[in-house]
Nanobody, 120 residues
Framework: QVQLVESGGGLVQPGGSLRLSCVAS????????MGWYRQAPGKQRELVAT??????INYADSVKGRSTISRDTKNTVDLQMNGLQPEDTAVYYC???????????????WGQGTQVTVSS
């Protein structure tokens, strides 16, 4: 079994900052990429940022310039978000494209999400 566990969400005022963290654990053979997605009320899940094992980074236009994704360790991914606005309110999900030992097939895995609420 593999797990992705998110942390760092919470309530923040407009203009504030949060740092989201995700840790992958379990029978992992290889992690190809990790990233963050979010789903706001009434909307579909959308990409926030991704980073590959080779260091290629992709940001959504809505967060470019105020967000930073990083992988400080092999099995972790962090998302620093600054200048948060109410439209950033969503459940943020950690994603990993991984090859696991039980199947030796690459698939997308998801955490259970962490709530980010931006409100005054």
């Amino acid at each position: 079994q593999v797990q992705l566990v998110e942390s760092g969400g919470g309530l923040v005022q407009p203009g504030g900052s949060l740092r989201l963290s995700c840790v992958a654990s379990g029978s992992i053979f290889m992690i190809h990429a990790m990233g963050w997605y979010r789903q706001a009320p009434g909307k579909q899940r959308e990409l926030v940022a991704t980073i590959t094992s080779g260091g290629y980074i992709n940001y959504a236009d809505s967060v470019k310039g105020r967000s930073t994704i990083s992988r400080d360790t092999k099995n972790t991914v962090d998302l620093q978000m600054n200048g948060l606005q109410p439209e950033d309110t969503a459940v943020y999900y950690c994603n990993a494209r991984m090859t696991v030992l039980t199947t030796l097939k690459d698939d997308d895995y998801w955490g259970q999400g962490t709530q980010v609420t931006v409100s005054s």
